[in-house]
């Protein structure tokens, strides 16, 4: 009765065939992302935040999903070892991810496939109790999405049921001339001294400290982050304190000429490319 309540979805035993799939990790990590992909257009509450979902999609940060995964002596998986997953699925075309500071949205690729039957295999007639519900499928932690509706959106929906049981249906967000209007969205404000403050205190004595965010580095910034795993300031402590971690000397002043790493130097595509990769480690970039 529980599993008839949370709905299924299919997977397919070629699957197992998958030399990735041998890894364990990615493994679980994919039956989760399938499993709580919406399964239809529905919009959640997350991190503060009102999400619209479209079917296939799911909205999460490394951070949550790492303690959704753990090993077999119930260690949960880290936020990096995550975003590696993750992005592993996307370069293999299996999803596709839009993110913000607040949640990373996952769309998964082809999602359709997982939630029909093909008409030539045998299999049990479903029956209406096998769609997923809003009762148990969608029980949740307060760091995980919910759906929108409550009690009181409830009543609203019941008393619009009985005024317009004899009206037309109106279009998506009430457009009576047929026109969907379109959404509002407000532009997210960066606060460019927060990633300068994170950068100083992750460097400590080891680096020059920046003092100041001119417009050349804002822009650095716009580009940067959304290409880091958390898009916030706290993604881009981790990637600062990642690059120190990792710099060999030759970063710190050790070598012929005394040159240094910098703030400007930490906001190039290709510095953030190199932690990822574990390329300071080994070899210069500069």
Same mark, same amino acid.
């Given at each position: 009765?529980? #599993? ?6 299919? @997977?397919? +035993? ?7 799939? %041998? ?6 990590? =994919? ?8 399964? *239809? ?7 503060? +935040? ?6 296939? &999609? ?5 951070? /949550? ?18 975003? $590696?997953? /993750? ?7 299996? /999803? ?19 939630? &029909? ?13 096998? *769609? ?15 759906? %929108? ?6 009543? %609203?929906?019941?008393? *619009?049921?009985?005024?317009? #049981? ?48 001119? &417009? ?11 290409? @880091? *795993? ?6 881009? $402590? ?9 710099? %060999? ?9 005394? =040159? ?11 510095? @953030? ?9 080994? $070899?210069?970039?500069?």
């Amino acid at each position: 009765m529980e #599993n008839q309540k949370q709905g299924h979805f299919s @997977l397919f +035993r070629s699957l197992l065939s998958k030399e990735w799939a %041998k890894d364990t990790a990615k493994l679980a990590m =994919w039956i989760r992302l399938i499993g709580e992909a919406s399964y *239809k257009h529905r919009t959640v509450e997350f991190s503060g +935040r009102e999400w619209d979902l479209m079917p296939g &999609e799911l909205v999460t940060t490394a951070a /949550i999903m790492g303690r959704k995964l753990r090993d077999q002596d119930g260690h949960e998986k880290s936020p990096q070892a995550v975003t $590696r997953m /993750i992005n592993f699925f996307v370069k293999e075309g299996m /999803i596709t991810t839009k993110g913000t500071r607040f949640g990373t949205v996952i769309s998964i690729t082809n999602y359709g496939q997982y939630q &029909e039957i093909s008409p030539d295999e045998p299999c049990d007639k479903p029956s209406d109790n096998n *769609k997923p519900s809003n009762g148990a499928a969608l029980k949740h932690s307060p760091d995980e999405p919910c759906d %929108k509706p409550s009690d009181e959106q409830n009543k %609203k929906v019941v008393n *619009k049921k009985v005024v317009n #049981n004899n009206k037309t249906p109106l279009p998506p967000n009430g457009g009576g001339n047929g026109q969907v209007k379109p959404e509002r969205r407000k532009a997210e404000r960066i606060d460019y001294e927060s990633f300068l403050n994170a950068y100083n205190t992750e460097v400590g004595d080891r680096l020059p400290h920046a003092v100041s965010v001119n &417009e050349k580095r804002k822009r650095r910034l716009k580009k940067i982050i959304p290409q @880091l *795993k958390t898009p916030n300031v706290d993604g881009f $402590r981790a990637y600062v304190r990642a690059f120190v971690h990792q710099a %060999k000397p030759f970063y710190f002043g050790d070598n012929d000429t005394g =040159w240094t790493a910098d703030f400007d130097y930490l906001l190039r595509e290709d510095s @953030l490319t190199g932690v990822r990769e574990g390329k300071f480690a080994d $070899r210069g970039i500069a």
